[in-house]
């Protein structure tokens, strides 16, 4: 399983779905390894790499939400603290049982369909929003701290 960018998830911010491409990117690239068998140092590079990346990301979107006064920033927050731990799960689940990639991989579709269905919806919701507001583009620095 794959997921693809399509034109019709773009929320209407360049800077959100540069970094959606980028977040499906690494989530392909993740699912590719376990599939591929290419070992699992480079298998858990890729995961770190995504676990970080996706809280980049949700960092981002809550400036832009902090920003411009959010009317759902708490829920919006939420679901992304949810995917986070999700993930943080996902990278325990991995370093604590290496070589069964079966349930990780499953893990990882759970996470794809998450993705689509959250940015779909309340990540759309949030684009709408800011295209009534004059932001185009927030700057986040990324160091992230747990
Ligand atoms: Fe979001």
Redesign the pocket.
Known sequence: MKIEWKDELSVGNTQ?DEQHKTLISITNKFHNAMLNEEGNEAVLDVLKFLDLYVKI??RT??KFMEQTDYPYLEE?KQ??KDMIDFVENMKKSFVINRDNYENVLKLNIKLMKWYVD??SN??KK?GNYLQDKSIKVVVVDDKVGD
């Open positions: 959100i990301h949700f979107e809550e919006h679901q992304h959250h940015i309340s990540d949030l």
